[in-house]
């Protein structure tokens, strides 16, 4: 009887996953397994068009960042409030590595999906049920996520230097220290606030 070898199968989330570790070590510090592997499943979860698709008003698309902001806040309870933001988040993180340009040619810039997303995770960094600790580090490493998803996805040089500007822009403007960790992220070295003034 001839012996068989075993025959592994991979998912759409094992790819993914094992790619997201890999160019997850280039990241100095690489990203928490946990955090990877989220993201994998999420991404696998988007190659299912029902789940980034929805029916809204008789047309099926995706829901504008925007919209589900809106229904976040108008959320009849925290656990809805943070399943929306989830969405939110993953959806932010997902369109934002991978149709950059389809946005960008409408006006959207990266700063807007790591505004998004970073404010979504991080709401679900202290108050989501579970993985409060995958939530923060998308929150706090939101642009470098980013570019790993991207690069994860094959596409290439995610953040040009206008991304980087008007996300350094915002920045001066705010004073935000969420847009001044994605920054720190990405390897800009900021001025003390002191400075700013």
Not at 76 to 89: E, N, P, Q, V
Not at 102 to 107: P, T
Not at 144 to 150: G, Q, S
Request: hydrophobic residues 40%; glycine residues 8%.
């Amino acid at each position: 009887m001839p012996i068989v070898s075993p025959t592994f199968e991979m998912t759409l989330a094992d790819y993914f996953r094992e790619r997201l570790q890999e160019l997850g070590e280039e990241l100095k510090p690489p990203p928490h397994e946990d955090t990877l592997w989220y993201m994998g499943n999420m991404l696998a979860r988007f190659g299912d068009s029902d789940q980034l698709f929805s029916y809204d008003y008789g047309k099926t698309g995706i829901r504008p960042l925007a919209l589900l902001y809106k229904d976040a806040r108008e959320a009849r309870d925290a656990r809805m409030r943070c399943l929306i933001l989830r969405h939110l988040g993953d959806l932010a993180l997902f369109l934002g590595a991978l149709f950059p340009e389809n946005y960008a040619r409408r006006g959207i810039l990266k700063d807007y999906f790591i505004g998004m997303g970073g404010g979504a995770y991080d709401y679900l960094s202290e108050n989501a049920d579970q993985n409060r600790h995958i939530f923060s580090e998308l929150a706090t490493k939101f642009a470098r996520m980013l570019e790993l998803v991207a690069k994860t996805c094959s596409k290439q040089n995610p953040f040009d230097a206008n991304d980087v500007l008007n996300l350094y822009q915002r920045w001066r403007q705010s004073g935000n220290p969420r847009i001044a960790e994605q920054l720190r992220a990405l390897g800009i070295n900021l001025p003390e606030s002191d400075e700013l003034h």
